[in-house]
Structures are given as structure tokens and as C-alpha cells.
């Protein structure tokens, strides 16, 4: 009997989790979340039983004036309460005006048991990309022989990604303003004044360059800043290059250290099914098949973008590869796999740059274009950013010209570049990003329902499209 191989085992994983966590949805169902009338009720009913009769008086003079909306009277009361000693009534009238559906406990206790699987699994990738990417890049430099070449790979590399951005961000533009999901999705509107829960700062060019730049490469590497790490990595490989016989045994050592890397990835890939198996448990079991129906046609307009997006960047590997396109899509079966289950682009690298060599793409190119594709080239995820941006626009009335739409486009393209591609990290640059165009980012709380769901499909395509840069440039030089 044939044994499973490790793309068959992802793929049973992933159909496992969508049915146990459908499974388990049903059988623990969450507390429905209240009305904003019947929070307000609870608050009232605590107030009246627990706090001293003046503020009674003054919750009834609150009730009676129907001007104030009911978040005004919720911050009215609660501000009543925080001047006053009896802290436990606040928490209870937090958790009174809590509009969040409770998951039930037992629920809770499952998940967090399988949810170890995922974060172990993602964290021996986060364990292994730092140092793969700095042997790998070096000692791809390196073998390019010399700054000319260097600089032609590079500005070729360079070229071709910026291409793929613009590409990708104007599909997105293109397709929100075409299908307008904003103004069809009837949904409650977040109070444009609320916080996302987001740690953002504002997106400054100062602050955009230095960050470039790392201070020191072991801070760097704590953080996995892959960006930071791929410029001393080039300056490094320039200067060992440029040496010549003296740093040819730091370019083997560096070969070396890439292939162990590449090893030890093998075996940090046995956990991968069990990984694959517990984050998508996770999320249908906490948001229910029920997510796909209330967003099925912003999520299905979405899908619809990456899907012409792949079909876009399978017809240039066409273009250049003829009747080796299939052998190639075939190649990358395992990486897709991981990066739409894990909704982390990160985790499909180590494999991606081993299938790619096999595939035959000469291993100094696929070290060279691959760690700058993760930090300039992720199409999926940039396309998502017009797409999000456009639609929270569109939900809040907000009227962006042409100009407005090509200038936040240009904005996304530079803020986009040295993201992790890492879940929910588009979600942060978006709300760097829009607040400087008048768009509410609280607006943002519409899409985190469903934004694992839509990461799963931006990260499977940031690995097709980084996949299809590698070859590009590759059959270039030939």
C-alpha cells in the first residue's frame, strides 16, 4: 500500500478541522450577544439595585433625554460609575454593555489544548526563517561572483516586483470600486470614534526609512524583521564577495548552515498536518459555517480578485516555462497547502525554497529573489490592502476621488514593503494607512470576523506570487 505523502496529509488535516470544528460549533454554541437596548436595560437594573439614589436620579434625567444615543448613555453612566467607589459595579456594567457573543467554557478549554499544535508549529518556523534567510541570502549574494552582477539581479528582481504591486494593488482598486461591497454589505456600523485593538502608529517616510535599517542583527533576528535582516544579508554577501578567495570558506559555512536549516525544516514539517488540523478547528469552531453566509459575497468578491490575480501570474509562468507549468504548479502543492491553512506565508518558505531548487531554478538565484520576495513582493496581501482600504470607505460614505484612490494606492505600495507575512499584519498597516485619508479605522472591526478566512487565500497567493518571481528572474539570467 502507497503511503500518504505530507501534501495528502494537509489536505485530510484541513478537511478534518472544517468538520470537527463544524462539529464542535454545534455542540457548544455561544451565548447569543445582547442589543444595545438590552445591555442598556442590564445597566439600568445594576444601577438602580446597587449604587446610592443620586445616581438613580441621574440615570433617569440620562433615560429621559432621547436625543442621546445609546453609546452615549453607556459612556454617560460610566463615567458616573468610575467617579464613584464601587469598582465591581463597573465591571459589571462593562460586561452588561458587552456586545460580544461569550464562547462556552468547555469550548474555550478544547481550543486552547488544540491552538498549542498551531502556535508550537508557527513558532519553529519563526525559529528557523531568521537564520535560513540570512545564510541563504549571503551565500546567494555571494555566488553571484560580483557587484555587477549583483546590481543586474537585484534591479531586475526589483523591477519585477514593483511590476507585481502595482498589478495587484490596482486589481484590488479595480474590483471594489467595480462590485462596491461596502454600500451592498448591510451591516451595523462600529463607532468611528472606537479602537481596534490594533497596535499601529502612523505611517511617516522617516519613520518608513530607518526602519529599513536594522541597529544591531541580533535585534533584528529576536524579532524576525525580515526586512532588516535582508539588508545586512546583501551588505554582508557584497562585502564577503568582494573578498574574494579570503571569504570562501564563510560563503561554505553559510551554504552549510542554509542546508541544515533546510533539514531541520523537514522535521519541523511532521507537525505541520497536526497544525493545519488545529487552526482550522479553531476558527470554524469559534465563528461558525453561519460566517460564511452573512459575508459569502464580500468574501466570494474577494476570492474572485485573487483567483484572476493567480490566473494572471500562472500565464506569465506560462509565458516563460510552456509545458513545464504543470510540473511547476505541481511543486508547489505543499507550500500552498501550509500558507492557506496557517494563513502565514512565513510557514510555506522553508519549503518553498527547497521545491523551487528541485523544480531546477538555480539555487543562488532562488537564495537572492525569494527573502527580498517577502519583504517587497507579497501580491496577495496587497491586494487585500485596496480591497479592505475601498470597502470600510464605501461601509462609512466616505467619497475618495481618483487622485485620493492612486495616492493611497502609491501609499500602500511603499508602507507595504518589509510587512511579516505573518497573520493579521495587513490589518496593521491598513490602519496606519487609511486614517490619513479620513477613513474610520474602527471600520476594521467589519472584516476581523472573517479575516482569517480571507488571510488563508492573501497568503496562498503571496507564495504563488513570489514562487512565479523566482522563476521569472531566473529564466532571465538564462
Same mark, same amino acid.
Not at 131 to 153: C, E, H, Q, S, Y
Not at 310 to 336: C, D, E, Y
Given at each position: 500500500?502507497?503511503?500518504? &505523502?505530507?501534501?495528502?496529509?494537509?489536505?485530510?488535516?484541513?478537511?478534518? %478541522?472544517?468538520?470537527?470544528?463544524?462539529?464542535?460549533?454545534?455542540?457548544? #454554541?455561544?451565548?447569543?450577544?445582547?442589543?444595545?437596548?438590552? =445591555?442598556?436595560?442590564?445597566?439600568?437594573?445594576?444601577?438602580? /439595585?446597587?449604587?446610592?439614589?443620586?445616581?438613580?436620579?441621574?440615570?433617569?434625567?440620562?433615560?429621559?433625554?432621547?436625543?442621546?444615543?445609546?453609546?452615549?448613555?453607556?459612556?454617560?453612566?460610566?463615567?458616573?460609575?468610575?467617579?464613584?467607589?464601587?469598582?465591581? +459595579?463597573?465591571?459589571?456594567?462593562?460586561?452588561?454593555?458587552?456586545?460580544?457573543?461569550?464562547?462556552?467554557?468547555?469550548? /474555550?478549554?478544547?481550543?486552547?489544548?488544540?491552538?498549542?499544535?498551531?502556535?508550537?508549529?508557527?513558532?519553529?518556523?519563526?525559529? *528557523?526563517?531568521? #537564520?535560513?534567510?540570512?545564510?541563504?541570502?549571503?551565500?546567494?549574494?555571494?555566488?553571484?561572483?560580483?557587484?555587477?552582477?549583483?546590481?543586474?539581479?537585484?534591479?531586475?528582481?526589483?523591477?519585477? !516586483?514593483?511590476?507585481?504591486?502595482?498589478?495587484?494593488?490596482? @486589481?484590488? =482598486?479595480?474590483?471594489?470600486?467595480?462590485?462596491? #461591497?461596502?454600500?451592498?454589505?448591510?451591516?451595523?456600523? #462600529?463607532?468611528?470614534? =472606537?479602537?481596534?485593538?490594533?497596535?499601529?502608529?502612523?505611517?511617516?517616510?522617516?519613520?518608513?526609512?530607518?526602519?529599513?535599517?536594522?541597529?544591531?542583527?541580533?535585534?533584528?533576528?529576536?524579532?524576525?524583521? *525580515?526586512?532588516?535582516?535582508?539588508?545586512?544579508? +546583501?551588505?554582508?554577501?557584497?562585502?564577503?564577495?568582494?573578498?574574494?578567495?579570503?571569504?570562501?570558506? +564563510?560563503?561554505?559555512?553559510?551554504?552549510?548552515?542554509?542546508?541544515?536549516?533546510?533539514?531541520?525544516?523537514? !522535521?519541523?514539517?511532521?507537525?505541520?498536518?497536526?497544525?493545519?488540523? $488545529?487552526?482550522?478547528?479553531?476558527?470554524?469552531?469559534?465563528?461558525?459555517?453561519?460566517?460564511?453566509?452573512?459575508?459569502?459575497?464580500?468574501?466570494?468578491?474577494?476570492?474572485? %480578485?485573487?483567483?484572476?490575480?493567480?490566473?494572471? +501570474?500562472? !500565464?506569465?509562468?506560462?509565458?516563460?516555462?510552456?509545458?513545464?507549468?504543470?510540473?511547476? *504548479?505541481?511543486?508547489?502543492?505543499?507550500?500552498?497547502?501550509?500558507?492557506?491553512?496557517?494563513?502565514?506565508?512565513?510557514?510555506?518558505?522553508?519549503?518553498?525554497?527547497?521545491?523551487?531548487?528541485?523544480?531546477?531554478?538555480?539555487?543562488?538565484?532562488?537564495?537572492?529573489?525569494?527573502?527580498?520576495?517577502?519583504?517587497?513582493? @507579497?501580491?496577495? $496581501?496587497?491586494?487585500?490592502?485596496?480591497?479592505?482600504?475601498?470597502?470600510?470607505?464605501?461601509?462609512?460614505?466616505?467619497?475618495?476621488?481618483?487622485?485620493?484612490?492612486?495616492?493611497?494606492?502609491?501609499?500602500?505600495?511603499?508602507?507595504?514593503?518589509?510587512?511579516?507575512?505573518?497573520?493579521?499584519?495587513?490589518?496593521?498597516?491598513?490602519?496606519?494607512?487609511?486614517? =490619513?485619508?479620513?477613513?474610520?479605522?474602527?471600520?476594521?472591526?467589519?472584516? @476581523?470576523?472573517?479575516?482569517?478566512? @480571507?488571510?488563508?487565500?492573501?497568503?496562498?497567493?503571496?507564495?504563488? %506570487? &513570489?514562487?512565479?518571481?523566482?522563476?521569472?528572474?531566473?529564466?532571465?539570467?538564462?
Amino acid at each position: 500500500m502507497k503511503r500518504l &505523502n505530507l501534501t495528502q496529509w494537509i489536505f485530510i488535516a484541513l478537511l478534518l %478541522g472544517i468538520g470537527i470544528g463544524a462539529w464542535l460549533n454545534i455542540q457548544f #454554541p455561544a451565548t447569543p450577544s445582547l442589543s444595545k437596548e438590552e =445591555a442598556w436595560k442590564n445597566m439600568s437594573a445594576l444601577i438602580q /439595585e446597587e449604587h446610592p439614589s443620586d445616581l438613580n436620579q441621574e440615570l433617569q434625567q440620562i433615560q429621559k433625554d432621547t436625543l442621546l444615543s445609546n453609546q452615549e448613555k453607556y459612556t454617560a453612566v460610566l463615567k458616573k460609575v468610575q467617579s464613584g467607589k464601587e469598582a465591581p +459595579l463597573q465591571e459589571q456594567l462593562i460586561k452588561a454593555s458587552n456586545r460580544e457573543s461569550k464562547m462556552d467554557s468547555k469550548l /474555550e478549554k478544547i481550543l486552547e489544548v488544540l491552538s498549542i499544535f498551531t502556535e508550537v508549529f508557527l513558532r519553529l518556523i519563526k525559529m *528557523i526563517i531568521a #537564520p535560513l534567510v540570512f545564510a541563504t541570502l549571503v551565500a546567494g549574494v555571494a555566488k553571484l561572483g560580483d557587484l555587477k552582477a549583483v546590481g543586474r539581479i537585484g534591479g531586475k528582481t526589483l523591477l519585477w !516586483f514593483m511590476t507585481a504591486s502595482l498589478i495587484s494593488l490596482a @486589481l484590488g =482598486a479595480v474590483l471594489v470600486n467595480f462590485f462596491q #461591497p461596502g454600500k451592498m454589505l448591510q451591516l451595523e456600523m #462600529p463607532d468611528s470614534a =472606537a479602537g481596534i485593538g490594533l497596535e499601529h502608529a502612523a505611517i511617516t517616510l522617516k519613520g518608513f526609512i530607518t526602519h529599513i535599517f536594522p541597529t544591531s542583527l541580533m535585534d533584528a533576528m529576536a524579532k524576525n524583521e *525580515i526586512l532588516q535582516i535582508v539588508i545586512f544579508a +546583501l551588505l554582508f554577501g557584497v562585502g564577503a564577495a568582494s573578498m574574494g578567495e579570503k571569504a570562501e570558506g +564563510l560563503i561554505k559555512a553559510m551554504d552549510a548552515i542554509g542546508h541544515v536549516m533546510l533539514k531541520i525544516t523537514t !522535521f519541523v514539517m511532521y507537525v505541520a498536518p497536526f497544525a493545519v488540523f $488545529s487552526a482550522i478547528t479553531t476558527i470554524i469552531a469559534k465563528k461558525g459555517m453561519g460566517v460564511l453566509a452573512t459575508y459569502a459575497t464580500f468574501i466570494g468578491e474577494f476570492y474572485l %480578485g485573487l483567483i484572476l490575480l493567480w490566473s494572471i +501570474l500562472i !500565464f506569465v509562468a506560462w509565458i516563460m516555462l510552456r509545458n513545464r507549468t504543470g510540473n511547476f *504548479i505541481g511543486h508547489l502543492k505543499q507550500p500552498l497547502l501550509l500558507a492557506f491553512s496557517t494563513a502565514s506565508s512565513e510557514s510555506a518558505y522553508p519549503k518553498m525554497l527547497e521545491q523551487l531548487e528541485r523544480f531546477g531554478c538555480r539555487n543562488r538565484i532562488v537564495s537572492f529573489v525569494l527573502p527580498l520576495g517577502y519583504s517587497f513582493n @507579497l501580491d496577495g $496581501s496587497m491586494m487585500y490592502m485596496t480591497f479592505a482600504s475601498l470597502f470600510i470607505a464605501q461601509a462609512y460614505g466616505v467619497d475618495l476621488s481618483m487622485g485620493d484612490q492612486v495616492t493611497m494606492l502609491l501609499t500602500l505600495m511603499i508602507t507595504s514593503k518589509g510587512i511579516a507575512g505573518v497573520p493579521r499584519a495587513s490589518l496593521v498597516v491598513i490602519a496606519g494607512t487609511i486614517s =490619513a485619508f479620513g477613513i474610520p479605522e474602527a471600520g476594521l472591526v467589519l472584516l @476581523l470576523g472573517v479575516d482569517h478566512l @480571507l488571510d488563508m487565500g492573501r497568503s496562498a497567493t503571496n507564495v504563488v %506570487g &513570489n514562487a512565479v518571481a523566482t522563476v521569472a528572474v531566473d529564466r532571465w539570467e538564462r
